[in-house]
């Protein structure tokens, strides 16, 4: 028998998500953000479970080949952009759209032999100083682009470093407002824009994880009443159930002591699967459908549980780790990260199903 951790991804939760999303977006397009392999559900289990999107936004040019290869005829966009001048004539064979974020890149699109002109997401670097031009070098980036017959249509685009928390959207979007270029179409919105502040929607938005069903201030309350569904549920069984007394100690390091009689469960899933290592005795877990908690330290492929307020559960009992009881980012938070990294982080040796 298979070792019994199974990833389960959710297609009708990405068609479910996506309708939720277009209603917020209201008359603007979607960008699906597909990046990472689609946040580690796998591209080529869920594309077409978001079919109705507008277009699929990505970083790997691999995938956006693949994208057109399976018959989407719709646009893709290059999150980063292209690397190298040779990459040109691929996004110009396959119909890409690419950020451009440097002068290098528009000298490269000036200087090249395309068939036909390529659309281009012109960066705007508003504050969050990662990439793109400056506020003060902008309009003239535009001009300049605008001048290069190799490049079809231009948009604006920037990304917002705070739309999910309580610094908010008003100091970037300010930047965007005074520079006063209503001639050009705009794409802000990622998904905390999405979410929380409408007037940032412009012609395109971006939502990445709400798609999948996590929160993009990685706080599970913060979206508890949008109506997103998980697309990801990770599951296993317990593999051994003891009875300890008192004083007992559990896992590497000893961290955890039991203060009173207690029956604990063995689960295989350990941090070789996905699962954080550093999630701390508390984190919440689902046990034959009740909400319980880890103890001591996570092993490479297994972890402990509290049995305590399911005393029914036994050896083969389904433990639910994150997914549609659970959500990824309850966990995320007990163990200081975000949902996003442990989605992306499902390990190669997690069998997966789709439903």
């Given amino acids: 028998?298979?070792?019994?951790?199974?990833?389960?991804?959710?297609?009708?939760?990405?068609?479910h998500n996506l309708a939720l999303i277009r209603q917020k977006a209201g008359h603007s397009k979607i960008w699906s953000v597909v990046k990472a392999n689609a946040y580690g559900h796998g591209l080529d289990r869920?594309?077409?479970?978001?079919?109705?999107?507008?277009?699929?936004?990505l970083l790997d040019m691999n995938e956006a080949?693949?994208?057109?290869e399976q018959g989407w005829q719709g646009p893709i966009l290059l999150l980063e952009g292209f690397f190298k001048p040779t990459d040109l004539q691929i996004i110009n064979q396959y119909r890409l759209t690419t950020s451009v974020h440097s002068h290098w890149q528009l000298e490269e699109i000036e200087k090249a032999k395309l068939n036909n002109?390529?659309?281009?997401?012109?960066?705007?670097?508003?504050g969050m100083n990662r990439l793109g031009f400056t506020p003060k070098d902008y309009p003239q980036i535009v001009s300049l682009a605008k001048g290069i017959k190799n490049i079809n249509s231009v948009t604006l685009m920037t990304h917002f470093a705070n739309s999910d928390n309580g610094v908010g959207i008003n100091e970037q979007f300010a930047v965007v407002e005074r520079l006063?270029?209503?001639?050009?179409?705009?794409?802000?919105?990622?998904?905390?824009?999405?979410?929380?502040?409408?007037?940032?929607?412009?012609?395109?938005v971006?939502?990445?994880i709400i798609l999948y069903g996590a929160s993009p201030s990685g706080k599970w309350r913060d979206i508890a009443d949008v109506g997103l569904k998980s697309?990801?549920?990770?599951?296993?069984?317990?593999?051994?159930?003891?009875?300890?007394?008192?004083?007992?100690?559990?896992?590497?390091?000893?961290?955890?002591?039991?203060?009173?009689?207690m029956r604990v469960g063995t689960v295989a899933c350990g941090y070789a699967d996905g699962y954080p290592r550093h999630a701390p005795t508390g984190t919440p877990v689902i046990v034959d459908g009740v909400r319980t908690q880890l103890l001591g330290a996570i092993s490479m492929d297994m972890l402990t549980v509290d049995l305590t307020p399911c005393p029914q559960a036994k050896v083969g009992s389904v433990v639910e780790l994150w997914g549609e009881n659970l959500s990824v980012d309850e966990v995320a938070e007990s163990a200081g990260t975000i949902g996003y990294e442990l989605l992306c982080a499902l390990a190669q040796r997690v069998p997966v199903i789709v439903s």
């Fill in 180 to 204: 006063q270029l209503d001639s050009l179409p705009y794409c802000l919105a990622n998904s905390g824009a999405v979410l929380w502040h409408p007037e940032t929607h412009g012609d395109w």
């Fill in 65 to 68: 080949i693949y994208l057109r």
């Fill in 117 to 126: 002109p390529i659309d281009i997401y012109l960066k705007l670097n508003s």
């Fill in 231 to 261: 697309a990801m549920t990770l599951q296993s069984e317990l593999i051994a159930v003891h009875e300890l007394p008192v004083g007992e100690k559990i896992g590497y390091g000893s961290r955890y002591t039991t203060q009173q009689s």
């Fill in 206 to 208: 971006r939502p990445g």
């Fill in 46 to 57: 869920i594309w077409q479970s978001l079919i109705q999107t507008d277009g699929f936004a």
């Fill in 1 to 15: 028998m298979p070792r019994p951790i199974l990833a389960t991804i959710h297609l009708e939760a990405f068609r």
